[in-house]
């Protein structure tokens, strides 16, 4: 075999190698990223804690998630608690699918700033 025939095969070997490639790339969806599920739990007797001024650090005071992304706030304790603008009932548990960008924020009892923010990307 010749040597400019074995380079054209070396060739369309690495042609048809980065097609085939590029084929499963696209049609396995792009290596696009599996939605997360950010779990947290208040521990019961939570709100004494908080009352009797202990910081308690229980979820971020910053979060960052994904369109797609879920919440699981379990709520352990016997009084109601803020993450932002959620609420989670005493022993109830508050789950959120996040379906569009943009940021949640207000005051939380489940960390030392007293403030929570959600940020929600694409």
Known sequence: MNRSRTV???GAFALLLAALVLAVVVFSGGG???????????????????????DVEIVPAR?????????LLRNKDDVQHHM??????PNGLL?????DEGTLEGVCTLNESGQAKIIVKS
């Not at 932002?84 to 009932?89: A, I, K, Q, S």
């Not at 789950?95 to 379906?99: A, T």
């Open 8 to 10: 054209t095969l070396v």
């Open 32 to 54: 696009a990223r599996e939605p997360k599920t950010f779990r947290y739990v208040i521990p019961a007797g939570t709100g004494d804690r908080v009352a009797a001024g202990e």
């Open 63 to 71: 979060l960052v998630v994904r369109v797609g992304d879920r919440l």
């Open 84 to 89: 932002g603008p959620l609420l989670v009932d």
């Open 95 to 99: 789950s959120m699918s996040f379906s």
